[in-house]
């Protein structure tokens, strides 16, 4: 009886952490990085010479 309740408990905290990392504030340590200015050259249409 000891041995199911221990697996239940298991269980249980098992699917409680699945669910607050799902459902959780993001913990992403991306940086902020903003608006990236252009440095290229500006796209140039070409006619098609068939």
């Avoid at 699917?15 to 459902?23: D, L, M, S, V």
């Avoid at 504030?25 to 050259?41: C, I, L, M, W």
Wanted: no cysteine; aromatic share 12%.
């Amino acid at each position: 009886m000891r041995a199911i309740s221990k697996l239940l408990a298991r269980l249980t905290q098992y699917i409680t952490e699945a669910a607050i990392r799902i459902f959780g504030p993001s913990d992403d340590a991306y940086p902020n990085t903003g608006v990236q200015p252009f440095s290229g050259d500006p796209y140039k249409e070409r006619t098609a010479n068939w």
